[in-house]
């Protein structure tokens, strides 16, 4: 009888055993593909970050800056009339790129459409504006007599350069020289279509 009943706790044993083992191997396989979701998750960061990374290093070579009719440019440039320095310090063009000129106590803001510009070692100077308009109300001490407004000098405009990489990502730089990428679908600031492809001022 006891020959009969050891048996019986032998196969308990090793059900026990086989239950044991299948849980074992079932926490080790759950926490092996834990960490091959987590190791892919890591890698797919890792690539993003890289192609971010990627896409700024050309964006982060473009700049421009207004220019002073009263100095350097003063032969290129005259009263009333805007003009910025741009400089492409990467290996390969940008593409629709726009010149935003903005004198904010007169309300003023003007676009200039230059196309695509190449890599250059030196900056260019690309002077005037293909449109203009007024964003709310000119300060009292910005309108004439006659009711025309009183525009501030080249220089001390602010400057926001927009352009696309060769990646096709939409930037933004701002007079304060603080890079943003803008929202796939961004419409121009131009509301007109672009023209011919814009020379810079020759010096």
């Known amino acids: 009888m006891d020959g ?4 019986l706790w032998l196969s308990a044993i090793a059900a026990l055993l086989t239950v044991g083992l299948a849980a074992v ?46 100095s350097t440019y003063e032969s290129l440039l005259r009263r009333g009339i805007v003009g910025a320095a741009v400089r492409n310090g990467s290996e390969s063009p940008v593409y629709d790129v726009e010149l935003i000129y903005r ?43 006659d009711g025309s407004i009183k525009l501030a000098p080249s220089a001390a405009m602010k400057v926001e350069i927009r352009f696309t990489d060769g990646l096709g990502v939409r930037w933004s730089r701002d007079s304060q020289g603080v890079l943003i990428e803008l929202p ?20």
């Open 4 to 7: 009969a009943v050891l048996p």
């Open 25 to 70: 191997l079932s926490m080790v396989a759950l926490r092996g593909q834990r960490s091959v979701v987590s190791q892919l998750r890591i890698i797919q960061d890792l690539y993003q970050r890289d192609a971010e990374q990627r896409a700024r290093s050309q964006a982060q070579l473009v700049a421009a800056w207004p220019v002073s009719e009263r």
């Open 103 to 145: 004198d904010a106590p007169a309300a003023w803001i003007a676009v200039r459409q230059l196309g695509t510009v190449p890599p250059a070692v030196a900056a260019e100077v690309f002077a005037g504006f293909d449109e203009e308009r007024t964003e709310g109300t000119p300060d009292p001490s910005r309108v004439n007599e």
């Open 184 to 203: 796939p679908g961004t419409p121009p600031m131009s509301t007109t279509a672009p023209q011919a492809e814009v020379e810079p001022v020759q010096l």
